[in-house]
C-alpha cells in the first residue's frame, strides 16, 4: 500500500527519518511553531543522538517561543552541561521557574524542581530559600506531584526562621503526599497520628495509614522485581 513504511528496509527507514528531520525543522523555523521546535529537539536527541543540536533548539524554543517542555529540558540540559550548554544550576533554575510559570506537559515538574533547587539552596547565590521552596513546592503539590507535598511537610516539620514549624500543616501535606501514593507520607503521617503531633491521637487512622505505607511499599518492590526481569 502507498504510503506504508517498510521497517525491515534500512534504506527506507533511513530516509523516512531524514524526512521527519526536515519536516520538523520546517515546522520550528519556517512555521514558528514550538511544538514543532520541541519535536525536531526530541528527534535531534532521541534517533540522532545529536545532543548539541538538541541544546541549540531547545535554547530557541524556550528563548522565542516560552514554551515550557522546552525550557524545562534545557533546563536538564543545564543541571549535566549536556550538549555543550554550561553546567550551571542557576541557568537550570532560571529555565525551570519559566517552565513552572508556563502551564504545560512539564510543568508541575519544573516547580518541584525549583523547589529542590531553592530549598538546599545550590542554585542561588546567598543561602536556601525556604520561602521560594514552600511556594514552589505548594504549586507542584497542587498539581498533584507527590513528592512536593512531602517535602513541604518535612518543611513544616523542620520550621525555619521564614517558615514557622507547624505541625498540623506537616499532617496536611503528609496526608496528600500519601493519597498520591507516596509510601513516606503515610508513613510520617501514620506516626503523627499515633503520637498525637498535630492532632488529637487516633490509633485506628495510625494503623490505617501505617498499612496503607506498607501496601505502597510491596507495590514498589513488585514493580521493581517485575521491571528487572
Not at 531547545?58 to 522565542?64: A, Q, V
Amino acid at each position: 500500500m502507498a504510503g506504508l513504511i517498510n521497517f525491515e528496509d534500512e534504506k527506507e527507514v533511513k530516509q523516512f527519518l531524514d524526512n521527519l528531520g526536515v519536516e520538523y525543522s520546517y515546522q520550528c523555523y519556517k512555521e514558528k511553531d514550538p511544538e514543532g521546535c520541541q519535536r525536531l529537539a526530541d528527534y535531534l536527541e532521541g534517533v540522532k543522538k545529536n545532543y548539541t543540536q538538541a541544546a541549540q533548539v531547545l535554547k530557541h524554543s524556550c528563548e522565542n517561543y516560552s514554551h515550557g517542555e522546552s525550557c524545562y529540558k534545557l533546563g536538564a540540559y543545564h543541571v549535566t552541561g549536556k550538549g555543550g550548554v554550561t553546567e550551571c544550576l542557576k541557568s537550570a533554575y532560571s529555565c525551570f521557574v519559566k517552565a513552572c510559570d508556563i502551564k504545560g506537559k512539564k510543568s508541575v515538574d519544573a516547580c518541584h524542581n525549583v523547589g529542590l533547587l531553592a530549598h538546599d539552596g545550590r542554585a542561588l547565590e546567598s543561602s536556601p530559600d525556604p520561602v521560594a521552596a514552600r511556594h514552589y513546592y505548594k504549586k507542584a503539590c497542587t498539581g498533584g506531584f507527590a513528592p512536593s507535598c512531602f517535602n513541604l511537610s518535612a518543611l513544616y516539620i523542620q520550621g525555619s526562621a521564614e517558615v514557622n514549624k507547624s505541625m498540623p500543616k506537616a499532617l496536611k501535606y503528609a496526608m496528600r503526599a500519601c493519597e498520591l501514593g507516596h509510601v513516606w507520607g503515610c508513613s510520617n503521617a501514620s506516626r503523627m497520628y499515633k503520637l498525637g503531633d498535630g492532632t488529637e491521637k487516633d490509633e485506628e487512622k495510625a494503623e490505617k495509614l501505617k498499612n496503607r505505607a506498607k501496601e505502597l511499599h510491596g507495590q514498589q518492590k513488585e514493580r521493581q522485581l517485575k521491571f528487572g526481569e
